[in-house]
């Protein structure tokens, strides 16, 4: 007659079996120098962590620049109206050197 087996004695044998592959892979995986190359792949990480960093910081100053360079400047829109205005100015200049008989540099 067969041995009973008690769910205990199931669990223990389940056991067993997840121990031996966990054995068996840890074998494996040293001889395939997965940690090694595991360890390289974090090196390279590292780097492309401080090159990221990197960017980042520059990426930041040139926020910076470009922040204080629109600051300084004057866009065509503006420019047009102060070139009309200038233009406008100057008309009116000429005709109250006309008017006045004023001789003009020009």
Do not use: C, P, W
Request: neutral net charge; charged residues 40%.
């Amino acid at each position: 007659m067969a041995k009973k087996i008690t769910i205990e004695d199931l669990a223990l044998m389940v056991q067993r079996g997840f121990d031996e592959t966990a054995k068996k892979f840890d074998e494996t995986a040293k001889k395939a120098g997965v940690d090694k190359s595991f360890d390289d792949v974090n090196k390279r990480f590292d780097g492309v962590d401080k090159r990221f960093d990197n960017i980042d910081g520059q990426l930041h100053e040139i926020r910076k620049d470009m922040s204080e360079i629109r600051k300084n400047v004057v866009y065509r829109d503006e420019f047009d109206k102060l070139m009309f205005e200038f233009g406008d100015l100057m008309a009116r200049v000429k005709y109250l050197e006309q008017k006045s008989g004023i001789q003009s540099g020009k």
